[in-house]
């Protein structure tokens, strides 16, 4: 029988992820020769077949929102979809998939064989994040080597279930995290989340410019809060700028992979748990976030429809 137990406590949180045990073997992973732009000394998230990074330069322009959503859409799209939240300080995920303040990861403490944590699941999405391993209140004040090490947990010390895309949401910025997922981690494409504004849209471009540097695809950008539509009348106002993200990817190179609007819909489902993509997956919204995964999915080589969406249960 499987033994397990809960993590109960965020002092807890650093004795545990550091017991779990080293790496698995080659069985585990796929070579270069498979995976061209794969360097062979990165590694394969085990249970994972895709790993899409989905990443800002700034906070503020609506990254996890669309991490979620996007990740919903694949499962829409007959995905088996995993959603990884590396951002240690601000984690978002739990509150974002309802989640938060409920049950914690579990370990598996079965003898001969590797303990990892259990993700949790909701929407027919398997999660993992800080957010779990800690109080919902509680600061997470590590250096860099502990923050590292929590984040090389979190992606491969995971009981990932036979996952067709694992999406990561990183945290905002191009620091330590952003380099080193990079450079030990197979990603098999990043999506740059930005507003339509010149400020955000510059930080955009240091985003892309940081993953080519390090050898990741970057699938696209995806130009959030791109406009507001009136409700009662339908004109659209274009409150940040327009065709700032179309402008700026041509003369760098990338693709605009959608535009989503600003609407109270996405922050209301945000922030009570209940996704805009969960709550209404055929609706006006969700057909935005339905494009840009199908996008992305085509560019990472994924194969759409492969099982039938899962029946979405509200929590």
């Not at 999660?127 to 590292?148: K, T």
């Not at 910025?173 to 999506?191: K, N």
């Not at 993509?277 to 199908?294: F, L, M, N």
């Amino acid at each position: 029988m499987v033994g397990t137990r809960a993590i109960s406590s965020w002092r807890a949180v650093p004795a545990a992820v550091r017991s779990l045990a080293r790496p698995g073997g080659a069985a585990a992973r796929r070579t270069a020769s498979q995976v061209p732009h794969r360097a062979a000394n990165k590694i394969i998230v085990p249970g994972v077949d895709k790993t899409i990074a989905v990443a800002s330069a700034k906070g503020g322009v609506g990254k996890s929102t669309t991490a979620v959503n996007v990740a919903l859409a694949l499962s829409q799209l007959g995905q088996r979809v995993g959603l990884c939240d590396v951002d240690v300080f601000g984690p978002s995920i739990p509150l974002m998939m309802n989640l938060a303040g409920g049950k914690k990861p579990e370990v598996d403490e079965s003898s001969g064989r590797e303990k990892r944590l259990h993700p949790l699941e909701n929407y027919g999405i398997q999660c993992m994040s800080m957010g779990f391993l800690v109080d919902d209140e509680a600061p997470v004040v590590w250096r860099g080597p502990m923050v590292m090490s929590a984040v090389d947990q979190l992606l491969r010390k995971v009981s990932w279930r036979n996952l067709d895309v694992l999406v990561i949401d990183m945290p905002p910025g191009t620091g330590d995290t952003h380099l080193t997922i990079s450079q030990r981690v197979a990603l098999d494409g990043a999506i740059i989340v930005s507003t339509p504004q010149d400020v955000a849209l510059m930080d955009a471009v240091r985003g892309v410019n940081m993953f080519r540097k390090v050898g990741i695809p970057v699938l696209g950008l995806v130009e959030n809060m791109s406009f507001f539509a009136c409700p009662k009348c339908g004109h659209e106002s274009d409150v940040f700028g327009r065709g700032g993200a179309e402008k700026r990817a041509a003369e760098i190179g990338v693709d605009v992979l959608g535009r989503i609007p600003i609407e109270l819909d996405i922050r209301i489902g945000a922030d009570k748990g209940v996704p805009v993509v969960a709550r209404d997956p055929h609706g006006r919204i969700s057909g935005y976030y339905a494009e840009i995964a199908r996008a992305a999915l085509d560019r990472v080589g994924g194969g759409a429809d492969r099982r039938p969406p899962p029946d979405i249960v509200m929590m």
